[in-house]
C-alpha cells in the first residue's frame, strides 16, 4: 500500500476507532471500581435500550436530541467554529417554539401550527446565536467565552420567565400551560396504531423523522452548495477563503445563525413532541452532548446520526442500569460523553506517532518523499 | 431604618461579597497562571467540581479538614495534568480538553459519590471538626461597640474562615511572582511569544507543565473552600458556575491580578446584591428581577469582550499549541 493510503487509512478509520475504543475502556475501568461487572453492565444497557418496545421508543427519542445538537455542533465545527452554547439555543429554542403556539389560534390547524412552531424554534435558536456570532466576527470576541456566557444568560432568562411571566396560574412548578392538541406532534406509537402495528408507548415522536431529514439537508448544505463550500473553506483556510472571495465575517455570522436554529429543534423534540407544554432545563445535558456526538461522528451528517445513536443507547440504557444496580446512576452516560470528547477530540491524535512508526516506516516515508 | 442599620446591611452584603468572591479569586488566578502560560482554561469548573467532591469525600472519612485540602489539591492537579497531557504535550485544542474534563468531572463526581456513599451523589453532611471554621479576629467583640469601625472589624474583616484570608492574601504573591521573579517573567513571555523562550534555551512545555499545575493547586483551594468551608458536604454541580464566572472575572480584570481581584468583588457583590434585594421593592421601580442582577457579570463580560468598555487583550500565543520548528 503506498504510504498516502496508509496514511488515509490511520487518521480515517484506525485512529478514531482506537479513540472511541480507548473511551469504552476507561468505562469498563469505572465499572470494576465502583464494583460492577462492565460486561454485566454492557449487557443490561443494551437490554434497556433494544430489549423491549418502550425502551426502543426512548432510545430514538434520546437520539433525536443528540442528532440535532450534534448537527449544530458539527456545522460551527465545519466553519472552524466551536459552538458551546447549543445548550442556551436548544432552551431558547424551545421557548420559541412555545411562544409562536401560544401566539396562534389553539382551533389553526396543525398543518399550519406546527411547521409555524418550528420556524419558531429555528430562529429563536439562531436568534441566540446570532450575537455570539456577529461579536466574534465583528468584534473579535471569543466566540467560546461568549457563548457560554449566553446559555447561562438563557438559563437566568428562563428562570424568570418560567417562574413570572409564562407560569400556568395556580401552578406550584415553573410550567407554561398546556398547549392546544393541535400543536402536538403525533408519537410513532399512535402512528405506528394507524398502521396496525402495535408498540407501547413512548415520547417517540415525529421529530425523529424531521431529524433525519435535517441531517440530510445538513449533508446536501455543507457538500453541494455555494455557501457550504464557503463555510468548509472559511474553517480549513480563513486566510485562503478570503483571497478567493469570500466573506469570511458574514460566514461567520451565517454558520452561527444555522448551529443555533440546529439546536433549537431540540426545543420540538421535547416540547411538540413530548411534554406539550414549555418546562424548566428540558435541554439539559444536550448541548454539550452534541460535541461529544460531533467528536465521535466526525463531523459528518452520517457519523453523527450514527453517533446520536449510541449516545440515545447510553441514555436510555442507563436509565435501565440505574435501575438494575442502585450503585449506578445515568451520570455515568456523562462520564462517557466526557471520556469522548477527551480521548476523540483532545487526545484525537495521541496514538498517531505509535501508529505511524508502526504501520508506517521510516523507509517508507523516505520513499513517499522521494 | 437609622445609620447604624444601614451601615450594618451594607457591611453584611460585604461581608458576603468577601465569602461569594474567594472561590472566585481562587479560580481566577489559577486561571491567571494558565492563560498567562498561552494555555486555556475552560476547565476551572471541572477541577474544582472534584476538588469538592475529594475534599468532601476525605473531609468526612478522616475528619480532617486540611487532609481533605491536600486531597482536593491532588485530584485538581491530576486534572491539570490530563489538561496539560492533551494540549501541551499532545497539541490537543485547549477548549475541547477543558470542556471535556468539565463534563467528565460533573459526571464522576456522582458516579464515585454514589458509589461510596449511597446517597444519591452528595457527601454525607460534614461535622464542624471536618470543616474550616470562621476565625475571629483577636478583639472583634471588645471593639463591636465602638461606632462604625467597630461593627467594620467585627462583621467584615473577622470572623471568615481561613481560606477566605488566605484567597485574598494570594493577589499580591500573585502578582510578584508575575511581575519580580524570574518565572513570572518567562511565564509572560511564554504567553506572548513561546518562539523567543524556545530560543533563549528554556522549556516551552516546562514552563506551561508548571502554569497548569499551579493552577490545578489553586482549583484544588477552590474547590474545598466552596465544600467543607462554605458548605459542609457536595452536591451534584455545587461549583454551579464559578468556575465560568471566575473565567468572566478573568477577561474582565484583563488578565492582571489585581484588575481580576476587582472583577472577582465585583461579581462577588453582584451575588450578594442579588439574594439581599430579593424580593424587597426598590422605590419607583418595584422589585428587580433577582435573575437581572445574576445576568449581569455574564451580561458585562459580553460587553468587554466586544470592546464597548475598554478592550481586553489576551496573551499572544493564547490557545495555540507550541510546535518547535525542526
Redesign the interface.
Known amino acids: 500500500m503506498s504510504r498516502d493510503r496508509k496514511l488515509a487509512w490511520i487518521n480515517g478509520l484506525l485512529l478514531p476507532l482506537l479513540n472511541v475504543l480507548t473511551a469504552f475502556a476507561a468505562t469498563a475501568v469505572l465499572f470494576l471500581l465502583i464494583n460492577v461487572n462492565p460486561w454485566e453492565a454492557a449487557q443490561t444497557l443494551l437490554y434497556g435500550a433494544f430489549g423491549y418496545s418502550e425502551g426502543v421508543g426512548y432510545t430514538f427519542y434520546y437520539t433525536t436530541n443528540f442528532i440535532f445538537t450534534g448537527l449544530a455542533v458539527a456545522v460551527a465545527f465545519h466553519a472552524g467554529l466551536f459552538n458551546i452554547g447549543g445548550e442556551g439555543q436548544a432552551y431558547i429554542g424551545g421557548l420559541g417554539a412555545g411562544l409562536v403556539v401560544f401566539a396562534l389560534f389553539p382551533e389553526l390547524s396543525p398543518l399550519v401550527m406546527i411547521p409555524a412552531s418550528i420556524v419558531g424554534a429555528l430562529v429563536f435558536g439562531a436568534a441566540w446565536a446570532v450575537g455570539p456570532g456577529y461579536l466574534q466576527a465583528y468584534r473579535g470576541s471569543h466566540i467560546v467565552i461568549t457563548t457560554i456566557m449566553f446559555n447561562f444568560l438563557a438559563a437566568t432568562l428562563m428562570v424568570y420567565l418560567m417562574s413570572k411571566v409564562l407560569l400556568e396560574p395556580g401552578q406550584m412548578t415553573p410550567q407554561s400551560r398546556l398547549f392546544p392538541d393541535n400543536a402536538w406532534l403525533p408519537f410513532v406509537h399512535d402512528v405506528l396504531a394507524n398502521f396496525g402495528i402495535k408498540v407501547d408507548r413512548s415520547p417517540l415522536n415525529m421529530s425523529i423523522l424531521l431529524a433525519l431529514v435535517v441531517a440530510i439537508l445538513v449533508w446536501f448544505f455543507l457538500w453541494q452548495t455555494r455557501w457550504g463550500y464557503a463555510i468548509r473553506a472559511t474553517g480549513r483556510n480563513a486566510t485562503a477563503a478570503t483571497y478567493a472571495g469570500i466573506n469570511q465575517k458574514k460566514i461567520i455570522v451565517v454558520t452561527m445563525c444555522i448551529s443555533g436554529a440546529l439546536a433549537g429543534l431540540v426545543g420540538i423534540n421535547e416540547l411538540l413532541g413530548y411534554h406539550h407544554r414549555i418546562i424548566m432545563n428540558f435541554h439539559v445535558g444536550y448541548g454539550f452532548g452534541g460535541i461529544a456526538v460531533a467528536l465521535m461522528g466526525r463531523n459528518h451528517p452520517f457519523g453523527i446520526v450514527i453517533a446520536a445513536l449510541l449516545f440515545g443507547i447510553l441514555y436510555q440504557g442507563g436509565a435501565e442500569l440505574a435501575f438494575e444496580w442502585s450503585n449506578i446512576s445515568r451520570d455515568i452516560v456523562v462520564v462517557m460523553q466526557g471520556l469522548v470528547i477527551l480521548f476523540c477530540g483532545a487526545l484525537e491524535y495521541m496514538y498517531k506517532p505509535w501508529l505511524m512508526r508502526w504501520l508506517v516506516p521510516v523507509s517508507d516515508s523516505a520513499k513517499g518523499a522521494a | 431604618m437609622d445609620f447604624s442599620d444601614l451601615w450594618l446591611t451594607f457591611l453584611l452584603t460585604l461581608d458576603a461579597t468577601l465569602r461569594l468572591a474567594t472561590p472566585l479569586v481562587l479560580a481566577a488566578m489559577a486561571g491567571l497562571f494558565s492563560e498567562r502560560s498561552g494555555v486555556v482554561d475552560?476547565g476551572l469548573e471541572g477541577k474544582m467540581l472534584a476538588a469538592c467532591f475529594t475534599s468532601a469525600s476525605v473531609a468526612y472519612v478522616t475528619g480532617s479538614p486540611w487532609l481533605a485540602m491536600f486531597a482536593a489539591i491532588g485530584v485538581s492537579m491530576v486534572f491539570a495534568l490530563?489538561h496539560g497531557?492533551?494540549?501541551i504535550t499532545?497539541?490537543?485544542?485547549?477548549?475541547?480538553?477543558g470542556?471535556?474534563?468539565?463534563?467528565?468531572?460533573?459526571?464522576?463526581t456522582?458516579?464515585?459519590g454514589?458509589?461510596w456513599f449511597?446517597q444519591g451523589?452528595q457527601t454525607p453532611s460534614l461535622t464542624q471538626e471536618g470543616r474550616f471554621l470562621s476565625i475571629e479576629l483577636p478583639g472583634a467583640d471588645l471593639l463591636a461597640n465602638v461606632p462604625v469601625l467597630g461593627p467594620l472589624y467585627k462583621e467584615l474583616l473577622s470572623g471568615h474562615n481561613i481560606l477566605v484570608y488566605l484567597a485574598f492574601a494570594l493577589v499580591p504573591v500573585v502578582w510578584w511572582v508575575l511581575y519580580r521573579t524570574r518565572f513570572g517573567l518567562r511565564l509572560r513571555a511564554v504567553g506572548e511569544n513561546p518562539k523567543a523562550v524556545d530560543t533563549a534555551g528554556i522549556s516551552v512545555n516546562g514552563l506551561r507543565y508548571r502554569a497548569v499545575l499551579i493552577g490545578g493547586v489553586l482549583c484544588g483551594i477552590a474547590g474545598s473552600y466552596i465544600a467543607i468551608a462554605h458548605n459542609a458536604a457536595f452536591t451534584r454541580d455545587m461549583t454551579a458556575?464559578a468556575g465560568?464566572i471566575a473565567?468572566?472575572a478573568l477577561?474582565f480584570g484583563k488578565w492582571r491580578p489585581i484588575g481580576v481581584l476587582f472583577a472577582c468583588l465585583l461579581f462577588g457583590f453582584l451575588q450578594s446584591f442579588a439574594m439581599r434585594i430579593e424580593g424587597v421593592p426598590v422605590p419607583g421601580i418595584g422589585a428587580i428581577?433577582v435573575?437581572?442582577i445574576?445576568?449581569v457579570p455574564?451580561?458585562l463580560?459580553?460587553v468587554l469582550?466586544?470592546?464597548f468598555i475598554g478592550k481586553a487583550i489576551?496573551p499572544k500565543a493564547i490557545g495555540k499549541p507550541y510546535v518547535k520548528e525542526r
Open positions: 475552560i490530563i497531557f492533551a494540549t499532545h497539541k490537543g485544542d485547549q477548549i475541547v480538553s470542556v471535556a474534563l468539565n463534563i467528565l468531572a460533573s459526571g464522576l456522582i458516579i464515585l454514589l458509589s449511597r451523589g458556575g465560568y473565567l468572566a477577561i428581577p435573575q437581572l445574576e445576568a455574564y451580561i463580560t459580553v469582550l466586544a470592546g489576551p
